[in-house]
C-alpha cells in the first residue's frame, strides 16, 4: 500500500525553523520526484518546491527562494523541507506529493502537516 505520511509542522515565531519530512512507503522512491505543496487558510494549494529523483535538480517558488530547501535520502525514502527565517505568510499545510519520472500521470499525496508561524 503506497504512503506518503509528512512529519515536522507545528507553531513557530516569525524568523523560527522548522523541518519537515515525509516518509515514503510502497513504492519505487528512488523513481519518482517529490514536491512540497502548501495551502493556506482561504488560499488555493501551491508549489513550494521539488526535487528530482536522484537529487540532481531542485526548483521553488519565488516566495521561498533563499529560505527554504528541499532534499531527500533514497536510503531512508524520505524527503525533507528545511525551512528558515519564517514569515507568518508560511502558515498553511504544508503536502508532499511523489510523481513517477517516466510516467506523470502516476501520482501520490500525503495527508499534510499543520505549520504555523506566528507571534
Known amino acids: 500500500q503506497v504512503q506518503l505520511v509528512e512529519s515536522g509542522g507545528g507553531l513557530v515565531q516569525p524568523g523560527g525553523s522548522l523541518r519537515l519530512s515525509c516518509a515514503a512507503s510502497g513504492f519505487t522512491f528512488s523513481n519518482y520526484a517529490m514536491s512540497w505543496y502548501r495551502q493556506g487558510p482561504g488560499k488555493e494549494r501551491e508549489f513550494v518546491a521539488s526535487?528530482?529523483?536522484?537529487?540532481?535538480?531542485?526548483n521553488y517558488a519565488d516566495s521561498v527562494k533563499g529560505r527554504f530547501t528541499i532534499s531527500r535520502d533514497n536510503a531512508k525514502n524520505t524527503v525533507y523541507l528545511q525551512m528558515n527565517s519564517l514569515k507568518p505568510e508560511d502558515t498553511a499545510v504544508y503536502l508532499c506529493k511523489a510523481v513517477m519520472t517516466l510516467n506523470a500521470f502516476r501520482s501520490y499525496w500525503g495527508q499534510g502537516t499543520q505549520v504555523t508561524v506566528s507571534s
Open positions: 526535487i528530482t529523483g536522484n537529487g540532481g535538480s531542485t
